[in-house]
């Protein structure tokens, strides 16, 4: 990895709920809001965004943990901030902790962690290709 990633750093994702988001499963929707899946993606999406400029060429990230607490649900047309910062980095592991927030109410959505580990591509694929 490139130098210059601390912990502190931080990126931010933000997205408005719409129905592809909702809670379904097979196509059919249980429940209109935004769902566990969804915020999931997000979280990961926010925290990638930290590593991106890191990244050499030869090198990827790949998710290896996810926390994640939904605390309450976010309706249609709900305009969400999901802020991941750098809580840990240790060589070649960057652990982000995640909240997704209503940015009209600046009520609490989700939290949690994300954990990504880095590697150079050639063993991505050796380990993709081993499966």
């Known amino acids: 990895m490139k130098s210059g990633l601390a912990e502190g750093h931080t990126a931010v994702v933000t997205t408005e709920v719409i129905p592809s988001m909702y809670a379904q499963f097979e196509g ?3 429940h209109p809001v935004y769902s566990t899946v969804s915020m999931v993606y997000h979280m990961e999406w926010a925290s990638r965004k930290i590593i991106l400029p890191y990244l050499e060429d030869h090198e990827e990230g790949m998710g290896a943990k996810v926390n994640v607490e939904h605390m309450t649900p976010a309706k249609n047309g709900s305009s969400l901030e999901i802020k991941a910062s750098v809580i840990k980095y240790e060589r070649n592991i960057i652990v982000t902790a995640v909240t ?6 600046d009520r609490l ?10 590697l150079p591509k050639e063993i991505i694929n050796e380990r993709i290709k081993e499966n």
Do not use: A, L, S
């Open 28 to 30: 059919d929707v249980v």
């Open 100 to 105: 997704v927030r209503d940015r009209e109410n």
């Open 109 to 118: 959505i989700g939290k949690g962690e994300v954990k990504q580990v880095v």
